[in-house]
């Protein structure tokens, strides 16, 4: 699909005039500004690679990653690096019942906000945006390390994440204003990568930090990075003006997609777990959600300037692209959250030693992300990975279930988790270019914040899932096994890793093979739902990417 040439008239970057670019170095990418050398990547895309003049140069483009890639580290870790320092805060603070709102205020903030992000820099331009997302994550950083209450933290994490859900949009909206999409993959690996590497660095620094100074300094550490972004951001990125200066902005309908996603993931978060799923605060919060949702298509239909354009659902790459999106990750973390818990209950594995087992599958994500660039630069092609990946990722549950059903050893377990990895690489990069290829110009802000909007909604339903799983296997276990009326699924879903190692020796092996084989569950659920995503990925279009962003 062709769209018409980027220009300062429709929102893309305003390109400075003159300088020549240097030849790329293989790491970095080739440059978007001068016909490509045919070497052994580029060879058969080099004849079409000609930009439009004035493009951005290699050497901007990497100068402006840079900042990105700060941008993305800022997301990835603070994601992760809270978890460590939980135990800490709540003896500083107290609020047991209110702790998983630490981390939920954060991922309720941040999914909700992801689509608003888009649009606005479609309309506002992205240099904007990305300077309000940065300050406001880093006024809520400051909030959060000064918080003497557990409600102040709470609120604190909450105004953290609504600068959050622009982050990894944004970054990825950049991308694609200085990047055509046949040597986007690249960059988009990358920025995979980064998440990946920097998610599994997240427990580390939290725990180092936490012992080093205390936990207050786990969100003061944000404030040199997003310092730095922004200094490096604001002398790199061109200015930007918006193709649709002046419309209206569609505040309604930002307002009923937020409450109603708030009101669909507290239903999800505490259903079940804090209060009955039959409550009449859960069953209200339900109703809340379908109202609002039913508002919100609505009001989309006629609005002006909508938040989330209906029309994109008709465009088969964007809608078949964030059902893909939204059941990867709706498979992946709802499996992977278990890990920890899978090692230190069922292993008798430390929480040091858990988290470095779970570091192959970033290792897989990093891998695999970088080699899809070199794919995609290569042959111009998106589908054949994904279904690749996919199949990896398939392959990867599958083995993971037998291999904790039947109790397997480490050895066992450890290959599978690399092949979830793999899989996903190769899965998220090339459905974003997928995406952006499909969209017109106007678009593309919108098109990537709401597929990482569908994509962060399938994942908190498949961990809300997975705990649902996992807590009906207790009930139903403990119901009639030898330690019914002794041992209740809330004393071992609240009491941890610890409080479960101290059980006496026979009760301790009956709740380890209780978990075993619920987590076991859960990976079976995740292969389901990974064999979803693959059919759904036959539905996918493939489009030719282009080479300029003509």
Known sequence: MTEPARSPANGSLAAAQGTAPEPPPVAAGPSTSARLEPDTETAGAASADVAAPGAPTHREIRTVYIGLMIVMALSAIDQSIVSTALPRILSDLGGVAHLSWVVSAYVLATTSTMPLYGKLSDQYGRKPLLYGAVGLFLVGSILSGCAQSMTQLILSRAVQGMGAGGLLPLAQIIVADLVPPRQRGRYQGWIGAVFALCSVLGPVLGGIITDALSWHWIFFF???????????????????????????????????????????????????????????????????????????????????????????????????????????????????????????????????????????????????????????????????????????????????????????????????????????????????????????????????????????????????????????????????????????????????????????????????????????????????????????????????LRSTHR
């Open 222 to 544: 944000n404030l040199p990075l997003g310092i730095g972004a922004l200094a490096v951001i604001a002398l790199t990125l061109r200015s930007s003006r918006a193709g649709q200066r002046g419309a209206r902005t569609d505040y309604l309908g930002a307002a009923l997609l937020s409450g109603g996603t708030a009101c669909f993931l507290l239903t999800l978060t505490l259903g079940g777990t804090q209060l009955p799923w039959t409550s009449l605060e859960i069953i209200g919060l339900a109703a809340a959600a379908v109202v609002l949702a039913v508002l919100f298509l609505l009001w989309e239909r006629v609005a002006a300037e909508p938040i989330l354009p209906l029309r994109l659902f008709g465009e088969r790459v964007y809608s078949v692209g964030c059902l893909v999106l939204a059941l990867s990750f709706m498979a992946l973390l709802g499996s992977s959250t278990f890990f920890p818990l899978f090692f230190q209950v069922v292993m008798q594995l430390s929480p040091s030693a858990s988290g470095l087992l779970i570091a192959p599958l970033a290792v897989g994500i990093f891998i695999s992300a970088r080699i899809n660039g070199r794919l995609l630069l290569a042959h111009g092609r998106y589908k054949p990975a994904q279904i690749g990946g996919i199949s990896l990722t398939l392959t990867g549950f599958l083995w993971l279930t037998w291999a904790a059903w039947s109790g397997q050893a480490l050895a066992v377990m450890e290959p599978a988790i690399v092949l979830l990895g793999l899989g996903m690489g190769f899965v998220t990069p090339n459905m974003n270019v997928a995406i952006q290829n499909a969209a017109p110009p106007a678009d593309v802000g919108a098109v990537t914040a709401s597929s990482s909007f569908f994509r962060s909604l399938g994942g908190v339903i498949g961990v809300a899932g997975s705990g649902a799983i996992l807590t009906n296997h207790l009930h139903a276990a403990l119901a009639s096994g030898p330690f019914a009326g002794v041992l209740t699924p809330e004393m071992l879903l609240k009491g941890g890793a610890r409080e479960i190692a101290a059980l006496p020796p026979a009760a301790h092996d009956a709740v380890a093979a209780i978990y075993r084989h619920g987590v076991a569950t859960s990976f079976a659920v995740g292969a389901v739902v990974a064999a979803l995503a693959l059919l759904a990925l036959i539905f996918l279009p493939e489009r030719p």
